[in-house]
């Protein structure tokens, strides 16, 4: 079982070089993400986007140019439409957000124009943490998709988070539903759903192990479970996190890498080819990190 993300090198290696295509890499984090993976072999390369901002890009990075296929297209929602196209019709096998903002680029992999949806499926984001205070992979969502998911959204963003758990090499996660209280209210929908879901893993009804609502720090500190005793299948010992909205899911993520000296690689689920989907300040581990993420789970899941 991967228990670290730099296990993750040896898994890609597997694989097989693929194409990567990068919707405007002006930044120089994703640069040096892309050459990292590039000198192992591990991608060749597609920038599109504006041919002087790539040149400087590349220039600050200290990145030669000549080993890189360059698309110039002056505006950036033209240069992303055509970095997605690249993948939907097989010039390119994995899409990557460079500096462009989430907004934008989610609407652009949605677009019908694109191509890149799955017939029925919903798309969730699915991250994936290395937090240096714990001994294993965390696994949560959605943090950038989904706004306030009801109850089938929830099991989908489950599903999405159980796969990636068994790709990795976890064939019996535990899920956690996080909430504010353990106790179930009328007044929290959050809690209410969590329970429903709990009882439903409870009932034989999901191939995985699901507990809720929990407080956060019950699903994934030990102490804290002890102390608060609460008492159910998991016990400070989760393996993924749902969250209940996707305010709380981006927080979470975005205090882990600026606070807490977490790395978190992540991409998109239910798109027909994988997708990349970092924030633009994420470090230049984590966009490294979820290209080999992209790489090992495929379109799995």
Same mark, same amino acid.
């Given at each position: 079982?991967?228990?670290?993300?730099?296990?993750?090198?040896?898994?890609?290696?597997?694989?097989?070089? *693929?194409?990567?295509?990068?919707? %405007?890499?002006?930044?120089?984090?994703?640069?040096?993400?892309?050459?990292?993976?590039?000198?192992?072999?591990?991608?060749?390369?597609?920038?599109?986007?504006?041919?002087?901002?790539?040149?400087?890009?590349?220039?600050?990075?200290?990145?030669?140019?000549?080993?890189?296929?360059? %698309?110039?297209?002056?505006?950036?929602?033209?240069?992303?439409?055509?970095?997605?196209?690249?993948?939907?019709?097989?010039?390119?096998?994995?899409?990557?957000?460079?500096?462009?903002?989430?907004?934008?680029?989610?609407?652009?992999?949605?677009?019908?124009?694109?191509?890149?949806?799955?017939?029925?499926?919903?798309?969730?984001?699915?991250?994936?943490?290395?937090?240096?205070?714990?001994?294993?992979?965390?696994?949560?969502?959605?943090?950038?998709?989904?706004?306030?998911?009801?109850? *089938?959204?929830?099991?989908?963003?489950?599903?999405?988070?159980?796969?990636?758990?068994?790709?990795?090499?976890?064939?019996?996660?535990?899920?956690?539903?996080?909430?504010?209280?353990?106790?179930?209210?009328?007044?929290?929908?959050?809690?209410?759903?969590?329970?429903?879901?709990?009882?439903?893993?409870?009932?034989?009804?999901?191939? %995985?192990?699901?507990?809720?609502?929990?407080?956060?720090?019950?699903?994934?500190?030990?102490?804290?479970?002890?102390?608060?005793?609460?008492?159910?299948?998991?016990?400070?010992?989760?393996? %993924?996190?749902?969250?209940?909205?996707?305010?709380?899911?981006?927080?979470?993520? *975005?205090?882990?890498? *600026?606070?807490?000296?977490?790395?978190?690689?992540?991409?998109?689920?239910?798109?027909?080819?994988?997708?990349?989907?970092?924030?633009?300040?994420?470090?230049?581990?984590?966009?490294?990190?979820?290209?080999?993420?992209?790489?090992?789970?495929?379109?799995?899941?």
């Amino acid at each position: 079982m991967i228990t670290k993300l730099e296990q993750l090198v040896e898994r890609a290696s597997k694989v097989g070089r *693929k194409k990567l295509s990068v919707a %405007c890499p002006y930044d120089g984090h994703t640069m040096v993400a892309v050459e990292r993976a590039r000198n192992q072999g591990l991608v060749d390369v597609v920038f599109t986007g504006n041919l002087e901002r790539i040149k400087d890009a590349a220039a600050k990075a200290n990145i030669d140019l000549s080993n890189y296929e360059v %698309c110039d297209i002056p505006f950036d929602d033209a240069a992303l439409q055509t970095a997605c196209r690249k993948v939907s019709v097989g010039e390119a096998d994995i899409l990557m957000k460079g500096l462009i903002s989430s907004e934008k680029y989610l609407k652009a992999v949605l677009s019908r124009n694109t191509g890149l949806l799955t017939l029925g499926s919903t798309i969730n984001h699915v991250a994936v943490m290395e937090n240096p205070n714990m001994d294993r992979l965390l696994i949560f969502g959605d943090s950038a998709v989904m706004p306030t998911p009801d109850l *089938k959204q929830k099991l989908q963003i489950l599903n999405a988070l159980v796969s990636m758990a068994r790709i990795l090499g976890n064939d019996n996660p535990k899920v956690a539903f996080v909430a504010a209280t353990e106790l179930i209210s009328s007044a929290i929908v959050a809690g209410q759903d969590a329970a429903i879901i709990s009882k439903m893993s409870e009932r034989g009804q999901l191939d %995985c192990i699901v507990d809720g609502p929990l407080g956060l720090d019950v699903a994934i500190n030990r102490e804290a479970a002890d102390i608060k005793n609460v008492k159910g299948s998991i016990h400070g010992d989760a393996d %993924c996190l749902v969250f209940p909205e996707i305010e709380a899911g981006n927080a979470f993520y *975005k205090a882990n890498t *600026k606070l807490a000296n977490s790395t978190i690689a992540a991409v998109l689920a239910g798109v027909k080819s994988p997708v990349v989907m970092t924030s633009r300040a994420d470090s230049i581990d984590s966009k490294y990190y979820s290209i080999l993420l992209a790489l090992v789970a495929g379109t799995v899941f």
